[in-house]
């Protein structure tokens, strides 16, 4: 069973910068796709960005200029670095793995984390 696990979440003043993390479970995984998702009180979850085994990026347009996607040196780990945080950007992050491949064989499968808490203050 493949877990994604986030971590870096906290509280922090806007203007500030926080780092996500996210790791998946287990050895020889890897991902089409990695990214990052966030669901703010009574709204429904949104793309934050995502990274392709080829690297290419995406951002919502919340994102550019202010968040970076990256890789880890394992191709199953991704981080989330965002800085000039807004009030706004006050959600739970989540992370997400399109793609799985495995020793060889691929499954059209979908993980995703549990979620990591990012408050952003006045």
């Known amino acids: 069973q493949v877990q994604l696990v986030e971590t870096g979440g906290g509280l922090v003043q806007a203007g500030g910068s926080l780092r996500l993390s996210c790791a998946a479970s287990g050895n020889l995984l890897r991902f089409n796709t990695m990214g990052w998702y966030r669901q703010a009180p009574d709204k429904e979850r949104e793309l934050v960005a995502i990274?392709?085994?080829?690297?290419?990026?995406y951002y919502a347009d919340s994102a550019k200029g202010r968040f970076s996607i990256a890789r880890g040196s394992t191709e199953n780990t991704v981080y989330l670095q965002m800085n000039s945080l807004k009030l706004e950007d006050t959600a739970v992050y989540f992370c997400n793995a399109k793609g799985l491949w495995t020793t060889g064989v691929f499954y059209d499968a979908e993980f995703w984390g549990n979620g990591t808490l990012v408050t952003v203050s006045s």
């Open positions: 990274i392709s085994r080829g690297d290419s990026t």
